[in-house]
C-alpha cells in the first residue's frame, strides 16, 4: 500500500511556467504489457502505487478488477492486459497501477511493470500501421508509435483505451460507498 511516487499533479502543473508545460507534453510514461512497451502522455498521469486489495464488483468485464481506496478515493481499476485482449498473468512485486486522469475520470491500470519516463518528439511519433482489419487487437487504443534510438514504443489514447469500458456499474458502487 505504500506510495511508489507522484509523477505529476495537476495543481504542481498549474504552477509551472509555460515552458515546463510545454515540456511536459513531450514525456511518456512507457510501461511493459506482453511483450510490448507502451507509453502514455505523463500529463496524464497522477501517481504510480504498488498493488494493493482490489474490491472486486460484480457483473463488469473481466478487465476491470474492480475499486481500491487511494486515500479516501474510491478509483476503478483496469488490468491492461486483459483491456487488450493478451492472457492474464500473475501480479508480482513489479506490478503497479499507474493512476490516471482523463477528463473528469481518475481510473488505476494495472501494468506487469514501470519502464521509464522517456521524452519523445512529435517529429519521432508514427502513426500506427494499418495491416488489416482482423490485425486490430491491442492497437485500436494505440494513436501513434514513438520511436526512441532503435526501439519503439506504442502510445496509447487514454480516450480510446477508457471510451467504451462499462464503468457505469463500478461508478454507482462508487457513489454508493461514498454515501456512506
Known amino acids: 500500500?505504500?506510495?511508489?511516487?507522484?509523477?505529476?499533479d495537476s495543481a504542481d502543473l498549474l504552477d509551472l511556467g509555460f515552458t515546463e508545460v510545454e515540456e511536459h507534453k513531450s514525456k511518456?510514461?512507457?510501461?511493459?504489457?506482453?511483450?510490448?512497451?507502451?507509453?502514455?502522455?505523463i500529463q496524464y498521469v497522477n501517481?504510480?502505487?504498488?498493488?494493493?486489495?482490489?474490491?472486486?464488483?460484480?457483473?463488469?468485464?473481466?478487465?476491470?478488477?474492480?475499486?481500491?481506496?487511494?486515500?479516501?478515493?474510491?478509483?476503478?481499476?483496469?488490468d491492461v492486459r486483459l483491456r487488450f485482449g493478451q492472457e492474464a498473468f500473475t501480479y508480482?512485486?513489479?506490478?503497479?497501477?499507474?493512476?490516471i486522469?482523463?477528463?473528469?475520470?481518475?481510473?488505476?491500470?494495472?501494468?506487469e511493470k514501470i519502464a521509464d519516463v522517456v521524452e519523445i518528439k512529435d517529429s519521432d511519433i508514427l502513426p500506427p500501421p494499418t495491416i488489416s482489419r482482423s490485425d486490430q487487437g491491442n492497437r485500436?487504443?494505440?494513436?501513434?508509435?514513438?520511436?526512441?534510438?532503435?526501439?519503439?514504443?506504442?502510445?496509447?489514447d487514454p480516450d480510446k483505451l477508457l471510451r467504451?469500458?462499462?464503468?457505469?456499474?463500478?461508478?454507482?458502487?462508487n457513489k454508493l460507498i461514498e454515501e456512506e
Open 1 to 8: 500500500m505504500s506510495e511508489i511516487g507522484s509523477v505529476n
Open 28 to 41: 511518456y510514461m512507457t510501461f511493459k504489457s506482453g511483450n510490448e512497451y507502451f507509453g502514455l502522455k
Open 47 to 78: 501517481e504510480i502505487i504498488q498493488i494493493q486489495a482490489i474490491t472486486s464488483v460484480p457483473e463488469t468485464e473481466d478487465y476491470i478488477k474492480g475499486l481500491i481506496n487511494l486515500r479516501g478515493k474510491i478509483i476503478p481499476v483496469i
Open 92 to 99: 508480482n512485486d513489479r506490478t503497479c497501477i499507474i493512476v
Open 101 to 111: 486522469q482523463y477528463q473528469e475520470m481518475m481510473v488505476g491500470l494495472i501494468v
Open 140 to 156: 485500436k487504443y494505440i494513436y501513434g508509435i514513438g520511436k526512441i534510438g532503435e526501439s519503439v514504443k506504442l502510445l496509447l
Open 164 to 173: 467504451d469500458v462499462d464503468l457505469s456499474s463500478v461508478e454507482q458502487s
